[in-house]
T-cell receptor
Framework: DADVTQTPRNRITKTGKRIMLECSQT?????MYWYRQDPGLGLQLIYY???????NKGEISDGYSVSRQAQAKFSLSLESAIPNQTALYFC????????????????FGEGSRLTVL | QKEVEQDPGPLSVPEGAIVSLNCTYS??????FMWYRQYSRKGPELLMY????GNKEDGRFTAQVDKSSKYISLFIRDSQPSDSATYLC?????????FGAGTTVTVRA
């Protein structure tokens, strides 16, 4: 099983619908991130969470919200989806407690492809 | 201006060629310099990790960092078809990474 699991892997929805993308991890890492990837733009940070009670906006948080339900779970919501939110979304984790990984190293899920019609 | 600029590509090279990938960055506080490799329909995976200026080799891969000119490079020697992927440079400050847009490399057999 993957260490960082994203669901759903693919989703097609309509403008105005509420969408939730879920991420769970078994790595025991404290930090979790949501990124968006668009062709030619690379990975852009949407939100990040350093622990359950610490949520921070990234570069492109408008139109998105997140919830850190537990250390291992971090979900991304689009309250009212619009077509320019069509993209590939990645969840990632990192560890700051020396239990695995190096400073700055991110571990990614396999991505959730969202299409908004 | 973006914090990290990466040569856009795409690159198509014959098997066995040397591949050179480059990035520049503007934030002098970046301390860690990473290259991620992303295969089609997969998440990025860490390929190379360096700290401070200089070269680091790992098999056929060499990462080069010049902090004085804020320049990052990745070289792939004896490229193989299995190296066909998108490569993303990712300088980091603390635990927040900034990514380049990625360069897609195709190695032709």
């Amino acid at each position: 099983d993957a260490d960082v699991t994203q669901t759903p892997r693919n989703r097609i929805t309509k403008t105005g619908k509420r969408i939730m993308l879920e991420c769970s991890q078994t790595k025991g890492h404290d930090r979790m991130y949501w990124y968006r990837q668009d062709p030619g733009l690379g990975l852009q940070l949407i939100y990040y969470s350093f622990d359950v009670k610490d949520i921070n906006k990234g570069e492109i948080s408008d139109g998105y919200s997140v919830s850190r339900q537990a250390q291992a779970k971090f979900s991304l919501s689009l309250e009212s989806a619009i077509p320019n939110q069509t993209a590939l979304y990645f969840c990632a984790t990192s560890d700051t407690r020396g239990t695995g990984g190096r400073p700055g190293e991110l571990f990614f899920g396999e991505g959730s492809r969202l299409t908004v019609l | 201006q973006k914090e990290v600029e990466q040569d856009p590509g795409p690159l198509s090279v014959p098997e066995g060629a040397i591949v050179s990938l480059n990035c520049t960055y503007s934030n002098s506080a970046f301390q860690y310099f990473m290259w991620y490799r992303q295969y089609s329909r997969k998440g990025p995976e860490l390929l190379m990790y360096t700290y401070s200026s200089g070269n680091k080799e790992d098999g056929r891969f060499t990462a080069q960092v010049d902090k004085s000119s804020k320049y990052i490079s990745l070289f792939i020697r004896d490229s193989q078809p299995s190296d066909s992927a998108t490569y993303l440079c990712a300088p980091s400050n603390d635990y927040k990474l900034s990514f380049g847009a990625g360069t897609t490399v195709t190695v032709r057999a």
